[in-house]
């Protein structure tokens, strides 16, 4: 099993930018698709991005589409979140996750990290 890591969460102005990274350990990352999630105070998880096990298919959540790119490096065994142009409303703890398929990993993931914290400011 995969184990994963958050970290480049805080505090950002409105319109500003932050980088998230999910680093991996454990068995061989590049054997699965990976995704961000998260979740605000109140409200469900919810999916935000998802990324195939070769970088070569993403899909994104209607909300960030156009301001948030997905990325992975296998080499390092890591994933990345470009968060542009941040609302508001992008205020939740971050989540990635892992699975074995890209239905699996959007939908109902096995495996999860702990979490970082992005607070958009307005």
């Known amino acids: 099993q995969v184990q994963l890591v958050e970290s480049g969460g805080g505090l950002v102005q409105a319109g500003g930018s932050l980088r998230l990274s999910c680093a991996a350990s454990?068995?061989?990352?590049?054997?699965?698709?990976m995704a961000w999630f998260r979740q605000a105070p109140g409200k469900e998880r919810e999916f935000v991005a998802c990324i195939s096990w070769s970088g070569g298919w993403t899909d994104y959540a209607d909300s960030v589409k156009g301001r948030f790119t997905i990325s992975r490096d296998n080499a390092k065994k890591s994933m990345y979140l470009q968060m542009n142009m941040l609302k508001p409303e992008d205020t939740a703890v971050y989540y990635c996750?892992?699975?074995?398929?890209?239905?699996?990993?959007?939908?109902?993931?096995?495996?999860w990290g702990q979490g970082t914290q992005v607070t958009v400011s307005s």
């Open positions: 996750a892992a699975d074995e398929t890209t239905a699996q990993v959007m939908s109902a993931p096995k495996t």
């Open positions: 454990g068995r061989t990352f590049r054997d699965y698709d």
